[in-house]
């Protein structure tokens, strides 16, 4: 059974920054694909950041590219989000999740596998 477990969620003010991590537990592999969706209240839950880990490759919504960096530790299955230049609208439970097939697109809700519990992130203005 594999499990994500997320960490490193808060609340900063705008300008700050937050890092958060997911641990895959269960398997060995991370995935084909990792990501991190965000879901704030009464909206839908959107894609932030997806990254495949045997290419290395890393995708982001057009919101935070250039203040978010996805990025991963094969060693220590994991992958992080650095959260910079945080803003209000950046509010939302971050929620990491893993894909383990192929052909869909890192943004889209329906191509992952397994969830993590989500933490919150709570920017003030």
């Keep these: 059974q594999v499990q994500l477990v997320e960490s490193g969620g ?20 991370s995935g084909v694909c990792m990501g991190w969706f965000r879901q704030a209240p009464g909206k839908e839950r959107e ?13 982001y919504a057009d919101s ?12 220590k299955n994991t992958v992080y989000l650095q959260m910079n230049s945080l803003k209000p609208e950046d509010t939302a439970m971050y929620y990491c999740a893993a894909s383990y097939r192929y052909g869909g697109s890192w943004s889209d809700v329906g ?3 397994y ?6 992130v709570t920017v003030s203005s």
């Excluded at 609340?11 to 592999?29: D, E, I, N, P, W």
């Excluded at 894609?47 to 995708?59: D, L, M, Q, R």
């Design 47 to 59: 894609g932030v950041a997806g990254i495949y880990p045997g290419f290395g490759s890393t995708y």
């Design 10 to 29: 808060g609340s900063v003010q705008a300008g700050g920054s937050l890092s958060l991590s997911c641990v895959v537990f269960g398997y060995t592999y």
């Design 115 to 120: 969830w993590g519990q989500g933490t919150q």
């Design 111 to 113: 191509s992952y596998n």
């Design 64 to 75: 935070v590219k250039g203040r978010f960096t996805i990025s991963q530790d094969n060693a």
